[in-house]
């Protein structure tokens, strides 16, 4: 990470703006002759640090230099001493600051080859005269010539077989060209590193763009040949034609399409530029990178597994089906069989000794969430769980705690946050579509009177079992995620079928109460409709009704796959109604369910979130303190229903 101060004293002089030169008017060749003319040149000889110890000071007393300088510089030779490149690359050179400070250092760290492509046959001279002082001919090689020549030169005479890490520092249009170059000859590959400097000051959005998409996004545009052909239109002028003076225009290659299955994870580091420019405008990002998908391991195969995560694993590319944990398997029904490359366990225990699981998804019954969840976050795993979270909310907290410690992303799979018909109701509130809400109802009703035989878990007393915890879950994270905390909560958990001995918990009424609405949540097992009524919402300027669940379950179910087309899209007939007064007389009319995002939003933004590239914070899709939330809910109501009284929400 960056030094968090910039010692005023170090600091270069000035860059000269307005349209005065700040290189390239001979200030590099007056650099060489205060170098070998200084009275220490025999004691710098051999020694790269003291040779841009001179270099430092004629930026610091002569003039600005446009070297990365000690503080960037800095973040790069940690990045090497930790990335440990054989190879190395470097795209702009200029006199040679970045060449001998991180050559130096992949020298240290064992590396071999550190090469400097510089465009300016001038500049590059100088470089390699510095390279020559500070004894560091034997790594270091400079490539005179455009980035892209110097690329394919050196892959086609074989001295480029691979770039471990590469730092972008040249001509902004071209570090998404070059990029895309290097993946297209294979150079780029799992594990390579990538550190760009200046994509967020001065600005770089092609770049940024690129690296940040995802593989659909790029596979559509490689498809549709879209290359960054206009992307030089997108700088300005000065960054354009900054080196036209000697070179000419610069000609980026566009007809490259690059390598649209690799996958960047990012980190966004803070710094300084050499002559101290202001600490939290400058932000240089470093980029590492790998194509390999997430390896993730399932645990459970039953219809969690099977429904709600193996196909958005397999449909979304940033992961991949590597293991699932089976007790049991038998010729019906055997993970292994279904899918013949995965790593097969029989334990827990023994899936999370594999180093390379690096995602564990908990499908199992609710009463072993708690347990193996922390196997994975202790055996060092990123963690998805299958909702209900935990059965009690101080078992959540405990999980939370462990997560930050091992410093691992833990969510919870509450997956009806992508229901499309609750993102079109979410739309219609952020529109006020409804005015001031009164009133909230949302069902999750079934007609099921009598116990269904077979056992399932589903129908047995266990703790974290029973319709709250099972369908009021999602119910409530939906109500939450639309209008936050509930102040007071009463509940109506209980039993609505008559041979129920063992106490199952079958269906809940649970109303949060809010200071000026109550949302009122119902999930019944005696609901005798030919369409179950999903959500009855009503505001003071309209009421939005909808019958029948989202699809994707039941689509799911059938062996439907995300992405197929019709995947998520509701017959139209199914989506809901929005009854509004129109001439002071109330009209119902359609309301078309927007376009579906689907389920594959909760892992896209998953893969996002570990790849560093998210939004914000880098949120997990759903934060597990709100699933604690939930549960915490789900506790007051169980017990508001046993002492017959409402109960406040103590946060
Ligand atoms: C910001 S300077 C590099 C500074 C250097 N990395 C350091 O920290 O000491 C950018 C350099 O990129 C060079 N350059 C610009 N376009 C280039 C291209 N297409 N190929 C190679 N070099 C290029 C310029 O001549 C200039 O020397």
Redesign the pocket.
Known sequence: MGNQNFNEERAYVPKEEDGQAFFDDGREVDLLHFVYGHPSLEEIRNSPSRVLKVVDEYGRKKKYL???GEDKGRIVTDLIAEVKPRTMV?????????ALLFGDAVRKAGGQRYFS????PE?AAVIMSLVDLAGLSDVVKVVVG???D?IKRLYNDGRLKHIDLM?L???KP?YTTDLKLCEHLNLISPGSVLAADNVISPGNPPYLEYVRSDVRTKKEKYERGETNGDDATKFPDRSRHQ?QKREGE?HISTEVKGNPNLVYKSQLVNSFEPTGEPINRVKKPIYTMSSNPYNVGVIGYGMSAKVFHIPLIEHVPEFKLYAVVQRNPKPDDDAEKDHPSIKSYRSTEEMVKDADVEVVVVTTVPDTHFELTKLALEAGKHVIVEKPFTPTSSEADELIALAKKKQRLLTVYQNRRWDTDFLTLLALLKDNALGRITEFETHFDRHRPTLPSGGSWKTKTVSGGGAIYDLGTHLIDQVVVAFGLPRRVTGFVGSQREDNPAGYEDSCTVLLHYDQMVATVKTAVVSLEESQLRFWVRGVEGTYKKYGLDIQEQQLKAGMKPGENGFGIEPSDQNGTLTTLQNNTPTTHPCPNIPPVTYTAFYTQFARALSGTGDGDNDVPVKPEDASAVIKIIELARRSSLEGRTLDVVT
């Open positions: 446009m070297n990365v470097e795209l702009g050179g200029y006199i040679g600051y970045s492509l510089e465009r300016n500049f455009s980035s892209a110097g730092f520092d040249h001509y071209a080196y610069e």
